[in-house]
């Protein structure tokens, strides 16, 4: 059963940018997709993005349009996500989703705290 | 964007009780319609795919239906273990887009 685990938190200043991986292990990497969806403090779930591994092909929601990079090492096993111009509406958790059927399996999250 | 509304927002119940969680669509996403359910400081967990699929190792409690705009999410008998936050998914199309979420408190 393939396992995600993600990057330890995160502090950052405004306008700085941040980088949050995802490693798979115990099974086959390229059988996902895999999105990075967020949560802010007390909010809901909020997707920006996803990558085909096998392919290296990532789409983004428009709202994330040029401020996210959602890149893949099939080396590895690794997605990261990069967000960059930072503000504080950017504080959350960020979880890494494996997709078959659905997002099927998730990561453990990482905080970015973004504060000057 | 398709936008996905559930109903309630929040609920109390008892151990026990049969629970009704409702999901609608603004437009028809067919049977892509996914549940999950999340605990605090925790990352969600799927429990329903394509609408009424049970992901395995999800207690049989746990039932999902509906097609085009409207689906529900029951649980037919509460364990304490329930109590946490539930969200649809739609992945008919990009983006996919989360329901708000309904906190199902202790009652």
């Known amino acids: 059963q393939v396992q995600l685990v993600q990057s330890g938190a995160e502090v950052k200043k405004p306008g700085s940018s941040v980088k949050v991986s995802c490693k798979a292990s115990?099974?086959?990497?390229?059988?996902?997709?895999i999105s990075w969806v967020r949560q802010a403090p007390g909010q809901g779930l909020e997707w920006m993005g996803r990558?085909?591994?096998?392919?290296?092909?990532?789409n983004y929601a428009q709202k994330f349009q040029g401020r996210v990079t959602i890149t893949a090492d099939k080396s590895t096993s690794t997605a990261y996500m990069e967000l960059s111009s930072l503000r504080s509406e950017d504080t959350a958790v960020y979880y890494c989703?494996?997709?078959?059927?659905?997002?099927?399996?998730w990561g453990q999250g990482t905080m970015v705290t973004v504060s000057s | 964007d398709i936008q996905m509304t559930q109903s309630p927002s929040s609920l109390s119940a008892s151990v026990g009780d049969r629970v009704t969680i409702t999901c609608r669509a603004s437009?028809?996403?067919?049977?892509?319609l996914n549940w999950y359910q999340q605990k605090p400081g925790k990352a969600p967990k799927l429990l329903i795919y394509?609408?009424?699929s049970l992901q395995s190792g999800v207690p049989s409690r746990f039932s999902g239906s509906g097609s085009g705009t409207d689906f529900t999410l029951t649980i037919s008998s509460l364990q304490p273990e329930d109590f946490a936050t539930y969200y649809c998914?739609?992945?008919?199309?990009?983006?996919?887009?989360f329901g708000q979420g309904t906190r199902l408190e202790i009652k």
């Open positions: 989703a494996g997709q078959q059927y659905a997002f099927d399996i």
């Open positions: 115990g099974g086959t990497f390229s059988s996902y997709t």
């Open positions: 998914q739609q992945s008919y199309s990009t983006p996919p887009i």
């Open positions: 990558i085909i591994p096998i392919l290296g092909i990532a």
């Open positions: 394509a609408a009424s």
């Open positions: 437009q028809s996403i067919s049977s892509y």
